[in-house]
């Protein structure tokens, strides 16, 4: 059964019109209830009737049977619809099950996420079975359907091959294309990505942008091949020519952009009162940053700033819903629609006290319903601990590059000249200069350079989370290094720090090297102990876990460090390549 657009079959189609007719009991009735109606947009009052995972009535009627129904009084709460989250990253050291888990106490029930982390480092097989198994959980999950690797990968075009994208593509669960962080390419030429839009677009699916700081012009060309929706507003009066554009624009508040505020603001300047063409997305932060919350903390920030309190709402429910042609199924309260609701203690507050996700109990009364996400086995996946069957040795670690990377912010890198010397062991603590290796998880190739502005006291680190999968190693002390990446080898995979000869802090990612099985709250903890480890040794910006995620990433300026080598981004040209082992 094709469960996202071909849900029910005939004979629960027949069930639920027989709830009607009073031959079938409803599995959970919530009288009374207070709740948002976006066709009216006001809050009305009606009774919902709900069998298994679908709302089979809404209005003043009540049912004549309810032998075996759950009936609840919400005469003193206000329901909402779950909250959808259009642009997940399922792989910022959680996975797609953890993020789940987490997202859904916070009444976020959908999540339309990224699929680069399952192409890099699975098969079509495997990466399509998880999708399936993944069905099975009370959180509803979509998905994109990448392009292109965001970095200069070895073997993109084997990855990236038409046969892939276009099961991709045609996967049921699948509602993107996107987001086009290679949309340069598009521009310059490229008729397979072109074509591969169309197909998209044939397919009634939506293209999702990445078009930082483009020009009016730029954003014209785009929708012109395809763009339908963009995240990267920075501003209000980027939000306005996108908008002028005819796109979809997502509002972002993340670990790395948390431009949402300013954004409401700059609206306000500019008299932007219309907001049916706007979502909320969170663009996969870090595992801390959602301590206080996910779309619903948008919500709020939304109504803080003088946001209509539905249209705040809307932003994350129907909105989302009408734009990915879902909302026959989601974003909102009313027949024939999944039952995904939350139900608040009132309308000026979003976070949820309980919330239902296909119609099962995930939170209750301000508790967490355990076991409604029972864990997976990523075996079967091929998601398991990594295997390393080679060493790093101090060969490995010879540094001679002229230039290395210097970074900006959190994310952004620039080149520099190198002016010390780097022929020694070790580097002294007086400058924020580090020896910096990116090598093949299979042991093939590296690249060694030096980077500047990261940490001034960090001895080792080392690193299994990156863009591509590969093995990150930064530090100042040649011996440590080697002793971070053999305890990272142990692990089967994660990041590493070591300080004369001693582990100081290590997070462990059993899947793949790429991803933690623990759940989010567990893992919040692990991330903290690291971030406040490295902050201790210099670290001056806001997401170490990004930095360490983008180093790789061609899609941001300036300078990158690739399986290709040194990059120059604006340039599009391999400065240095890689070096065989």
Known sequence: MLEQRYRWKNKHLRMHVSVLDGKTSPTLLLKNALYLNQTFRQWMRANIWIYEDRIVYVGENLPSHIENCEVIDCTNETLVPGYIEPHAHPFQLYNPQTLAAYASQFGTTTLINDNMALVLNL??????????????????????????????????????SHSNVKSWLEHDAVLQGGELTGWPRLLNGDDMMLHWIQEAKRMRKQIEGHFPGASEKTLAKMMLLGADCDHEAMTGEEVYNRLMQGYMVSLRYSS?????????????????????????NTDGSSATFYEQGMNDQ??????????????AYNMATVNIARYYNIDHLHGQIATGRVANINFLSSIENPTPISVLAKGKWVKR????????????????YGLKPMELDWELTMDDLQFSMPFGIKMENSVITKPYSIAIDVSGDELPHDHDECYFTLIDRNGKWRINTLLKGFASRLSALASSFSNTGDIILIGK????????????KELGGGIVMVENNEIICEL?????GIMSDLPVEELIVQEKSLSEELLKRGYSFSDPIYSLLFFSSTHL?????????????????????????
């Open 477 to 488: 002390n040649k011996q440590d290094i080697l002793h971070a990446f053999n305890r990272m």
């Open 123 to 160: 098969k079509k097989r495997e990466a399509f079975s998880l999708l399936k198994d993944l069905r099975s959980i009370p959180t509803t999950m979509f998905w994109w359907c990448r392009f292109d690797s965001q970095t200069e990968i070895l073997n993109e075009v084997e990855i990236f």
């Open 557 to 581: 300026p300036y300078i990158r460090i690739t399986q290709q080598g040194m990059y120059d981004v604006m340039n599009k040209t391999v400065l240095f390549p890689s070096i065989m082992r």
């Open 365 to 380: 009364d301000g508790v967490k319903v355990e076991e409604t996400y029972p864990p997976l086995n990523w075996q079967e």
């Open 256 to 280: 790395i952009r948390p431009d949402l505020p300013e954004l409401l603001d700059d609206m306000k300047r500019l008299g932007i009162e219309a907001y049916d063409r706007l979502l909320f």
């Open 508 to 512: 462990p990612l059993h899947l793949s």
């Open 298 to 311: 948008m919500i709020r920030i939304a109504i803080e700033k003088g946001v209509p309190i539905i249209d």
